[in-house]
């Protein structure tokens, strides 16, 4: 009898790959201040932490496929919009949002954790081309993209529901078990 390969089912791979990410958001996923990313709305109804999750998911496996540093691609897509106020409100940003708030995610994240220079280039240039200067590194190109493809389906309420709804319980059960 040959041996046959059981087919895993769309939900197991989901769930295997989610594992994947979430490992990679260790010290990040779990961080106080990063959770704090909840309370400020970025598109509509989302919130900064569920389109942060969003693009760091789908640049996460976007960079698997194409072999490219998967891990940097999260890091930085989980921190790319960690400016930490409510744009919606004028005089929180120094300047125009689009413009500024790249420079007030960087700092924020480089004041709570150790960045690499991919994770860098992917905060100060995922709003390419308001930043004017374009991202280099592959990695910073995939999670613009993929920065602009998740804002437009948050905006057209088009999101992958079931992936952002998965991602933030599952963020919020990493960071409750992290506190317990």
């Given at each position: 009898m040959k041996n046959i390969k059981k087919r895993t089912s769309t939900e197991d791979v989901l769930f295997?790959?989610?594992n994947r990410f979430f490992s990679t958001l260790d010290g990040i996923i779990d961080h106080e201040v990063v959770l704090t990313m909840q309370n400020y709305i970025q598109h509509g109804k989302i919130t900064c932490l569920s389109h942060s999750l969003y693009v760091a998911y789908s640049s996460f496996r976007a960079c698997e496929?194409?072999?490219l540093d998967a891990k940097s691609a999260a890091r930085g897509a989980m921190l790319h919009d960690f400016f930490l106020y409510d744009w919606h409100v004028p005089g929180y940003s120094e300047g125009l949002h689009g413009f500024s708030h790249p420079r007030v995610a960087h700092q924020n994240a480089k004041k709570y954790f150790e960045l690499n220079a991919i994770e860098e280039e992917i905060i100060l240039k995922h709003m390419f081309p308001l930043t004017l200067s374009p991202p280099r590194k592959r990695e910073?190109?995939?999670?613009t993209l993929v920065d602009k493809w998740c804002t437009v389906r948050e905006?057209?309420?088009l999101e992958n529901r079931k992936i952002c709804d998965l991602t933030l319980k599952m963020a919020l059960i990493k960071s409750d078990e992290a506190n317990d």
């Open positions: 295997q790959n989610l496929i194409l072999r910073a190109i995939v999670v905006t057209l309420h």
